[in-house]
Nanobody, 123 residues
Framework: QVQLVESGGGLVQAGGSLRLSCAAS????????MGWFRQAPGKEREFVAA????????YLADSVKGRFTISRGNAKNTVVLQMNSLSSEDAAVYYC????????????????WGQGTQVTVSS
């Protein structure tokens, strides 16, 4: 089993930035592709970003391109989501996910999930 713990959520003013981090523990001898989803109240969970196992490839939803970046952390099986120019549309619970099968499985939501971290954007 793999446990994912997110951190870095909170309250930010519109136009501001937040940095989310996620670290995996447990069965971490394997390197996982990792990613982020988000879910706003009354909406379905949606894909935000993903990164390959070695960090050579990244994928971003159209809605966040140019504002968000995803990167691997310094420690194995960690991932960082840098969010800039935040708006009310970005307010949601952000979930970290990891999948040893690679990015396609991450994007399909088939991997392990964290508990989520709340991002609130004030206008």
């Amino acid at each position: 089993q793999v446990q994912l713990v997110e951190s870095g959520g909170g309250l930010v003013q519109a136009g501001g930035s937040l940095r989310l981090s996620c670290a995996a523990s447990g069965r971490t001898a394997i390197t996982y592709a990792m990613g982020w989803f988000r879910q706003a109240p009354g909406k379905e969970r949606e894909f935000v970003a993903a990164i390959s196992r070695v960090g050579s490839s990244t994928y971003l939803a159209d809605s966040v391109k140019g504002r968000f970046t995803i990167s691997r952390g310094n420690a194995k099986n960690t991932v960082v989501l840098q969010m800039n120019s935040l708006s009310s549309e970005d307010a949601a619970v952000y979930y970290c996910t990891a999948d040893a099968a690679g990015v396609p499985s991450v994007r399909a939501g088939k991997g392990y999930w964290g508990q989520g971290t709340q991002v609130t954007v004030s206008s």
